[in-house]
């Protein structure tokens, strides 16, 4: 099976401007695969679209960074680059004293004290919801 082509297809509806135009690109992706006769691949895009798409129910400047897990990617190579330095550890609670000692560091310096997400926007939203629940009650 050509998983390229499989993924390429599968990715094609997360490049939608909304859920709604991405659930109908699925849709079409799920068809094509369906024609292909990738029963398999079609079935898992099928049962698993709804949980990929649940970050657009975010603002969409925040969509980047739900989607991904950058942070904590970024986090696990530099605990990995520690513990390399080390080598061996003589017990397990050796390397858990090193990595919470660089967590505990993370979180005490500037790096630790990024915004990740805005959630001024997401209040705004938030609110602008309530708004219209009360105009339409």
Known sequence: MPWKLVAELALCSKAQES???AMEKAEKVITKLLDMRYRAAAQILKDGIDESLTYMAFPRNHWTRIRTNN????????????TRVVGNFPDGRSA????SARLRHVAATQWGAQRYLDMDKLQNQNQRKE???MVEA
């Open 19 to 21: 859920k709604e135009a």
């Open 71 to 82: 942070a904590l990617e970024r986090m696990n190579r530099e605990i990995r680059r520690r």
């Open 96 to 99: 858990l004293m090193l990595v």
């Open 131 to 133: 708004a219209l629940e």
